[in-house]
């Protein structure tokens, strides 16, 4: 079956870190993959997403490249902000069949000033 | 415009109590998934609808569990009979369609706590 496995939290990091948030899967065919965040008190949302190999995804200073040798998409940034404290998810949804996006565990990342 | 919306935001229950969640998706969405969100198990899939009909409930974690759809639109997940492992928060997602890497938007949730 499939599955997504992340780096366990809490991160804490100072404010203006490099951020790496590691993600990797295992899935039949060819996923597609995304990255979620949920910051607090709020629902889920769409950080960035890879449909297929060697795809770079980006959004707000975030990018993670759709690896398959590897089956990884880490999440990097260059410099966190207090405001990028929040819980990130790694996620993946079949190239084929089932639509239901299987989740990893959840990375909490605090920033501090 | 709108985006998914949930009700109620949160629910505590009695143990053995039926208990109704409701999801509106956004409006044009053909996909509609439920998940559930617990300490214990993380995000958990458990049933997804295109349009009327549920092609995949392999989620669902008992036969207490069911939901529909109506109209190709709004959708109810009821849970009979609650227990107090139910507790959790319920997360509604909507798609446009059911395409390769087509994104989900996500609900607030229901906070379900059963007593």
């Known amino acids: 079956g499939n599955s997504v496995t992340q780096m366990e939290g809490p991160v804490t990091l100072s404010e203006e870190a490099f951020l790496t948030i590691n993600c990797t899967y295992t899935?039949?065919?060819?996923?597609?993959l995304f990255w979620y965040v949920q910051y607090p008190g709020e629902g889920l949302q769409l950080l960035l997403k890879?449909?297929?190999?060697?795809d770079k995804g980006s959004n707000k200073g975030f990018e993670a490249t759709y690896r398959k040798e590897t089956t990884s998409f880490h999440l990097e940034k260059g410099s966190v902000q207090v405001s990028d404290s929040a819980v990130y998810f790694c996620?993946?949804?079949?190239?084929?069949?089932?639509?239901?996006?299987?989740f990893g565990s959840g990375t909490r990342l605090q920033v501090q000033p | 415009g709108a985006g998914v919306s949930q009700s109620p935001s949160n629910k505590v229950t009695e143990k053995g109590k039926d208990v109704e969640l409701r999801c509106d998706p956004i409006?044009?969405?053909?996909?509609l998934y439920w998940y559930r969100q617990s300490l214990g198990q993380g995000l958990e899939f458990l049933i997804y609808?295109?349009?009327?009909?549920?092609?995949?409930k392999s989620g669902l974690p008992s036969d207490r569990f069911s939901a529909e759809r109506t109209g190709g639109s709004v959708s109810t997940l009821t849970i009979q009979r609650t227990q107090q492992e139910d507790s959790a928060v319920y997360l509604c997602?909507?798609?446009?369609?059911?395409?390769?890497?087509?994104?989900?938007?996500f609900g607030p949730g229901t906070r379900l706590l059963v007593l």
């Open positions: 890879a449909t297929k190999a060697d």
């Open positions: 409006s044009g969405h053909t996909a």
């Open positions: 609808f295109q349009g009327n009909s549920a092609p995949d």
């Open positions: 899935a039949t065919g060819y996923p597609s």
């Open positions: 996620a993946l949804s079949e190239g084929t069949g089932r639509r239901a996006l299987t």
């Open positions: 997602a909507s798609s446009l369609v059911t395409a390769v890497g087509e994104t989900q938007y």
